[in-house]
């Protein structure tokens, strides 16, 4: 009945233990087939109703997000009626929508409120008075929008995203008046003008969407993780930055076996900072499966710290180390024990790490501390943060809507370039201006013939 | 006892809309009498001679596929014929004729008079009524006692009910250029329980050609184009007459703003609702202030007269005003004035009662078509018509009724227009309305429409066995596109490479090498002795590998479309049974009452939150 695939987050928002992601509708198994793998990396290609396996799902790069259980259910036997996947990942909103991410980069749409259970009903599933019931959800739940909408209408974002709708608009009036009136005078199409147009809208839409980002760091925290050998003190900074004693701290080398992450207020900036096990080879299995966990905290941090021990020189692993994170992940080195004698300086590292941001530090003293947090709040959310962009995107409907409209404007630009029909530049001008309408609540076509008729003298 | 004549359809008006009705009607197999004012006056234009353009062009096309008039009419009858927008992409490509206005009454009229079914008669309604009885019946009763009876009706009466015409601040009953306006009918109309609206059009005076002075003007030749509108009479480019074309200047407006006082418009003497699509000049002026100058085209208005149009001067000024702000435009010195021009206010049925079949939801066998519902233009009001005639045909049959998709015509995007979009000034077509404008291509309105008009009785045998035979050709011409190799080493196949410089190693068909940009069809053809001329139906097949592209992204977002408009509202539901529903929409379904979701969908102020309360309880409704 419904073609298109929907996914939503089906748990509450927060820190759970488990979220689930809910798929459904007729592409569900394709997607499953393109984000999930059995844990040993093999593709899944049967897809036993109602089991519970395990797995684990893979961003659009084919990186692995998360370890997850995952049970399909085939039509009509769902909740929705339709083909149903229902994937159970570790809980934490970031993990989530990574995966949700995936799912839409593998063809899902996100869901809008109440429509897993519109289907449901749609497709007889769920009888009448509960139909009711979920009226007054969707009701319920659009009035929030409807609240959220007003607010932003009255908000930043909105009169910054019709500026740019604006901007386009007077581009797309002046194409489609020239296109409906031939006989009038409207001035011809000057490409290049209109291509920088198109261009710096979409820089700026371009930038909003990766602000989106920085904003949901500002509401969920960035996640820190602080790296390297066992006691060279990762421990002792992540009491110092939390200005508590969290994290256990002995000299007994593989002290933190498992991980401890805890949230900070870094300078205003929510920070959850996950000091790991050592990342050595041991023999300890239980020490093991800690450094299994240290890696995966590697895995999906936004900034790692690798703490070396400035009193005690570099090693080989250590080296390995650092080469390992450098380039997949944003890094900090850090040459941490500066009150004791150094057998290691910021000069005296590899000429192959120059380049490498290099903070020395004393978790003992405090020294270089300030320093530290500022430079983790300037590279997770630049330096004039909150001064500089006027308006931050937090929603990831807003945030694909954004990014939509940006794929259709670089399409405008190549088609002005390449010297496409000024018909077909609409195509993908409108496209852009309805996508940010899902954000604005504008409708294109209403906008459009009035900008014309404001704008140009026509009609004879 | 009066005399009473009976037939299966009345037309009332014999304007564009009206003849394209009666000619539906007639072709359907129903006997149609054709009833208007004055016969004299059939098929008249009473503004620019002038059709076609872009979207009307395409209605124009489009009317013609489904087996209408109005592009033979013209195609006989053109003095001048351009090919617009020849450079600005497929989609909006249009052909623009100015036509001999009177030969144009003529051909139309002999059209009328040759078809069987057809009865003609001129007179005057008086009285309205819709006889009781097991068959419902309507029945005329005209000023000289005669009644006319028909179960059904189809009211075209333009810009005639109740009109009042404006110049400066003279003001009088009238329908168009000097027609005998229509009083008794509306007011019969509105005593049975139509409601109407005041809309307001205007025109521009008409001058004498020896007046003028053309060398300070430019000349606007025609072209010949390839084809006309029709695609059932062979095309013959007739004798190219020109246009020209002159600007008002800085005098012309002061003269203009210096009267404003007497301009109906702006002194408050007009009520209805003048259009933003032609604005009159003084609306120009003051609206566009910083423009130095406003274009003026010349344009003849029949072989048989000296008369001429002056397109871009529409005023309802006092006439000694509008010839001295004339005087002002070089060329037109000693312009003589002919007829003045003038603003119009007339009735329009609000367009809430109408279904998308143009049928007035209170009164079973009655349409309307054309002006009276609130559009402007020959164009529209064709369209219109020939819908109007189908549908009200389809009605006597009992079959279900006839409705383009958007997505399948401009007919159906002014349709649906009309009676979702709650006009508030009169209803032009233009390209931007329409969201699949790369589907609706001038080209392919045949493909798209012909069978309809095939099967609705509209088309001929011979008339459809020519499509057939034109579809065949153009299949014939993608197989010979798809089934060619393009050879880089052949000699046509070097010729390509000299003119693109495309070198390719792997092989591949002519159809892919077409949908480079560099390529074209004409290209190809030039070098590969298969291929027939670039002609029409070559443009078909060039379009569509070219565009294919856009053209499947149409396609996917119109089949979403299609889904929501399969969705069915039962007529005379009750907006007030479905809970959740904001005030705002509730209030604007139950007045506009759509047919389907997607119609519901398109009335602004109806948000996707009331779509899904509506969409999940019509299904709990049918599940009950």
Redesign the interface.
């Known amino acids: 009945m419904f073609e298109e695939t929907i996914v939503a987050v089906a748990t509450p928002p927060g820190e759970g233990g488990i979220g689930v992601i809910r798929i459904s509708g007729p592409q569900a198994q394709a997607i499953g087939e393109r984000i999930l793998r059995h844990p040993s990396g093999k593709a899944i290609t049967t897809w036993p109703e109602r089991k519970v396996r395990l797995g684990v799902v893979l961003s659009s790069e084919q990186k692995i997000i998360d370890e997850a259980i995952f049970f399909f259910f085939r039509a009509p036997r769902s909740y929705t009626g339709e083909d149903v996947l229902e994937i159970q990942g570790h809980g934490g909103q970031k993990n989530l929508e990574l995966i949700l991410s995936a799912a839409m980069a593998a063809g899902a749409r996100p869901a809008e409120p109440g429509e897993f259970t519109k289907r449901a009903f749609l497709n007889g599933r769920i009888d009448l008075a509960q139909a009711e019931a979920v009226i007054d959800l969707i009701t319920a739940q659009t009035d929030l929008a409807h609240q959220a909408a007003q607010e932003q209408l009255s908000g930043r974002l909105s009169t910054y995203l019709r500026q740019c709708e604006e901007r386009l608009l007077a581009v797309l009036a002046q194409i489609e008046a020239a296109l409906d009136y031939p006989e009038d005078e409207i001035p011809d199409l000057d490409r290049e003008e209109a291509g920088r147009t198109i261009h710096d809208v979409a820089e700026d839409l371009r930038t909003l969407a990766v602000q989106a980002e920085k904003g949901r760091i500002l509401r969920e925290a960035a996640t820190v993780v602080l790296a390297g050998k066992p006691n060279v003190g990762k421990s002792s900074l992540l009491n110092r930055l939390l200005g508590e004693e969290r994290a256990i701290v002995t000299p007994i080398p593989g002290t933190t076996r498992d991980f401890v992450a805890e949230i900070s207020n870094l300078q205003g900036l929510p920070v959850r900072l996950v000091d790991t096990a050592g990342l050595r080879e041991t023999s300890d299995p239980l020490e093991q499966e800690g450094v299994r966990r240290a890696w995966r905290w590697v895995e999906r941090a936004e900034l790692i710290l690798v703490v070396l021990d400035a009193a005690a020189g570099l090693s080989a692993e250590e080296e390995r180390l650092i080469e390992d994170v450098r380039g997949k992940k944003r890094m900090f080195i850090i040459l941490n024990k500066s009150d004791l004698p150094p057998r290691l300086t910021v000069a005296g590292l590899p000429e192959k790490f120059s380049g490498l941001p290099v903070l020395t530090v004393s978790a003992f003293s405090g020294e270089g501390l300030e320093d530290l947090e500022t430079k983790i709040r300037e590279e997770l959310v630049g330096k004039d943060f909150g001064r500089g962009h006027p308006v931050i995107v937090t929603s990831l409907r807003h945030k694909e809507a954004l990014e939509r409209a940006v794929r259709y404007l670089q399409n405008v630009t190549a088609g002005l370039r390449d010297g496409l029909s000024e018909d077909l530049l609409t195509i993908d001008l409108r496209a852009a201006l309805e996508a940010l309408g899902e954000i604005t609540g504008r409708t294109v076509s209403d906008e459009v013939i009035n900008a014309i008729f404001s704008r140009f003298c026509v009609g004879k | 006892m009066a005399q009473t004549k009976t037939y299966d359809v009345i037309v009332v008006g014999a304007g564009h809309a009206g003849c394209e009705a009666a000619y539906a009607t007639a072709k359907m197999g129903f006997r149609t009498l054709l009833l208007t004012l004055n016969f004299s006056n059939i098929a008249f234009m009473p503004c ?1 001679p002038s059709v076609g ?3 009307k062009g395409h209605l124009v096309r489009e009317v013609d596929a489904l087996g209408g008039l109005i592009g033979r009419v013209t195609d006989l009858t053109h003095l001048q014929m351009r090919s ?2 020849t ?6 490509r ?1 052909l623009r004729a100015q036509v001999d206005k009177r030969r144009y009454q003529e051909i139309m009229l002999s059209i009328m008079e040759k078809e069987p079914l057809i009865s003609l008669r001129q007179g005057e309604i008086v009285d309205l009524q819709q006889s009781k009885g097991t068959a419902a019946s309507w029945r005329l009763q005209l000023s000289t006692g005669i009644i006319l009876e028909a179960p059904v009706v189809i009211l075209a009466a333009g810009t005639f009910l109740r009109g009042t015409v404006h110049i400066g601040l003279t003001t009088f009953p009238s329908g168009p250029q000097g027609q005998h306006p229509s009083i008794s009918l509306p007011e019969k109309l509105a005593e049975m329980g139509v409601r109407f609206r005041r809309f307001k059009t205007g025109t521009s005076a008409r001058l004498r050609r020896r007046s003028l002075n053309f060398e300070a003007m430019k000349e606007q030749p025609g072209e010949e184009t390839p084809h006309g509108f029709s695609f059932w009479i062979p095309w013959k480019p007739r004798l190219q007459a020109s246009c020209w074309l002159t600007y008002t200047n800085e005098r012309t407006h002061e003269i203009i703003r210096k009267n404003l006082h007497l301009a109906p418009m702006y002194c408050g003497a007009i009520k209805g609702v003048g ?5 009159a000049i003084e609306g ?1 002026v003051v ?2 202030p910083d ?1 130095p100058r ?2 003026v ?1 010349i344009e003849p208005e029949s072989a048989g007269t000296d008369e001429v149009y002056v ?2 001067l ?1 005023s309802s000024l006092p006439e000694e005003i509008q010839e001295e702000f004339i005087r002002t435009v070089p060329g037109l010195e000693k312009a003589e004035i002919v007829r003045p021009g003038y603003a119009i206010e007339y009735d329009v049925v609000a367009a809430e009662q109408l279904t998308p079949y143009l049928q007035l939801k209170e009164f079973p066998g009655f349409f309307c078509a054309g002006q009276i519902n609130g559009t402007s233009g020959y164009e529209e009001a064709a369209a219109q018509g020939i819908m109007a005639g189908i549908n009200a045909g389809l009605y006597l049959k009992g079959k279900k009724p006839f409705l383009p998709r958007r997505d399948e015509a401009y007919i159906g995007v002014l349709l649906d227009d009309l009676i979702t979009k709650e006009l508030d000034e009169p209803y032009r077509i ?4 329409a ?1 699949f ?2 589907s609706l291509r001038q080209e392919n309105a045949d493909l798209r429409l012909a069978e309809y008009g095939y099967r609705y009785g509209l088309l001929s045998e011979a008339e459809y066995e020519h499509f057939l035979a034109k579809k065949e050709r153009i299949q014939q011409i993608q197989t010979t596109l798809e089934k060619t190799a393009f050879d880089p080493r052949s000699a046509a196949g070097r010729k390509v490479t000299e003119q693109t410089g495309i070198t390719l190693q792997q092989r591949i068909s002519l159809a892919e090498l077409l949908q480079k ?1 560099e390529v074209s069809y004409k290209m190809l053809q030039e070098v590969y002795a298969e291929l027939p001329p670039a002609n029409d139906e070559a443009r078909v097949v060039e379009n569509q590998i070219k ?1 294919q592209g ?1 053209l499947a ?2 396609a996917k977002m119109a ?2 479309l299609r ?1 929501m408009e399969e969705k069915q509202i039962p007529p005379g539901f009750d907006y007030n049974e479905v ?2 529903l904001s005030t705002a929409a509730r209030e604007k379904l139950t007045r506009i009452a759509p047919l389907t979701l997607g119609q519901a969908g398109r009335i ?1 102020g109806v ?3 009331d779509l ?2 509506l ?3 019509l ?2 409704r049918m ?2």
């Open positions: 620019n353009g872009p979207g617009l927008n450079q600005k992409g497929p989609a909006v249009a259009t933003r699509y032609c604005p120009k609206n566009f423009r406003h274009q085209f397109a871009g529409s233009m390209t931007s309305f969201e404008r790369l940009p565009y856009y992204r149409e089949e979403r889904k809970p959740n602004s948000g996707p939150a899904s309360a969409l999940i309880w299904e709990a599940k009950r």
